[in-house]
């Protein structure tokens, strides 16, 4: 087999990205009546553990801006995302509700322009296990949040085990192509992380239905302290 070169590479992450910006583009007038249910105990669960009460958020993949509504008034929230179609419902939410408070633009998850130790809170809400590149956009995340600062991760992330983790293998291909992702697996983020010296797992919460979402709290320490695992 031969190896993937960094411009094949490219060209295949490019490739996922149109492919999702051509799925959010169908999905974008009904994203928020068929998951606004299914996804309130997780954006319940991300605001909690984001214990921003102030303070620069970053929410990567702000898609029609469920969560825009959630924020204290105090924060000061950017949000990113590469469909121009969910950011147009989530600008009509920023301007019925009168959230003067957040800044909208298009950005890539695994390139931001932001200079480093920019934001108190970095939010991925179902968005990581999307990407091309996940690692690249972790490390993204923990270049630009300031040092003490929060990183909040939430998905379908399992570990691969079991019935479920069968029925994803075989999903796999289909949902991949339509932009999706349904193999991202638990070990890949505990690996990311272990590897961060200056990266502490702080939570990892199991979310409705079912238990299916998870939500992870990151902290950005220089001093990190030994977490359990949340396998164990």
Same mark, same amino acid.
């Given at each position: 087999? /031969?190896? #993937? !070169?960094?411009?094949?590479?490219?060209?295949?992450?490019? $490739?996922? %990205?149109?492919?999702?910006?051509?799925?959010? +583009?169908?999905?974008?007038?009904?994203?928020?009546?068929?998951?606004?249910?299914?996804?309130?105990?997780?954006?319940?669960?991300?605001?909690?553990?984001?214990?921003?009460?102030?303070? +620069?958020?970053?929410?990567?993949?702000?898609? !029609?801006?469920?969560?825009l509504?959630?924020?204290?008034?105090?924060?000061?929230? !950017?949000?990113?995302?590469?469909?121009?179609?969910?950011?147009?419902?989530?600008?009509?939410?920023?301007?019925?509700?009168?959230?003067?408070?957040?800044?909208?633009?298009?950005? $890539?998850?695994?390139?931001?322009?932001?200079?480093? $130790?920019s *934001?108190?809170? #970095? %939010?991925?809400?179902?968005?990581?296990?999307?990407?091309?590149?996940?690692?690249?956009?972790?490390?993204?995340?923990?270049?630009?949040?300031?040092?003490?600062? !929060?990183?909040?991760?939430?998905?379908?992330?399992?570990?691969?085990?079991?019935?479920?983790? /069968?029925?994803?293998?075989?999903?796999?291909?289909?949902?991949?192509?339509?932009?999706?992702?349904?193999? *991202? +697996?638990?070990?890949?983020?505990?690996?990311?992380i272990?590897?961060?010296?200056?990266?502490?797992?702080?939570?990892?919460?199991?979310?409705?239905?079912?238990?299916? *979402?998870?939500?992870?709290?990151?902290?950005?320490?220089?001093? +990190?302290?030994?977490?359990?695992?949340?396998?164990?």
């Amino acid at each position: 087999m /031969l190896p #993937v !070169t960094g411009a094949a590479r490219s060209r295949s992450q490019d $490739n996922l %990205i149109e492919r999702q910006r051509r799925a959010y +583009r169908i999905w974008a007038p009904v994203y928020d009546r068929l998951y606004a249910g299914i996804l309130a105990d997780a954006h319940g669960k991300i605001i909690e553990l984001a214990s921003a009460e102030s303070g +620069r958020v970053l929410e990567i993949g702000v898609g !029609t801006g469920l969560l825009l509504p959630k924020y204290s008034r105090k924060c000061h929230v !950017t949000g990113i995302d590469i469909s121009d179609e969910m950011m147009a419902r989530a600008r009509e939410k920023i301007a019925a509700q009168g959230l003067d408070q957040v800044d909208l633009r298009v950005g $890539n998850a695994q390139c931001l322009e932001f200079p480093p $130790n920019s *934001f108190d809170v #970095v %939010i991925l809400p179902f968005v990581l296990t999307l990407l091309p590149d996940p690692e690249a956009a972790l490390d993204e995340c923990l270049r630009v949040v300031k040092p003490e600062g !929060t990183i909040v991760i939430a998905g379908k992330i399992g570990d691969g085990a079991g019935v479920v983790g /069968l029925a994803e293998r075989i999903m796999a291909p289909f949902v991949e192509a339509i932009g999706w992702s349904a193999a *991202f +697996r638990s070990q890949r983020l505990l690996g990311w992380i272990d590897r961060q010296p200056c990266v502490e797992l702080v939570d990892w919460l199991s979310s409705a239905p079912c238990g299916l *979402f998870k939500v992870i709290k990151l902290r950005k320490s220089y001093e +990190r302290s030994p977490a359990p695992s949340p396998l164990a």
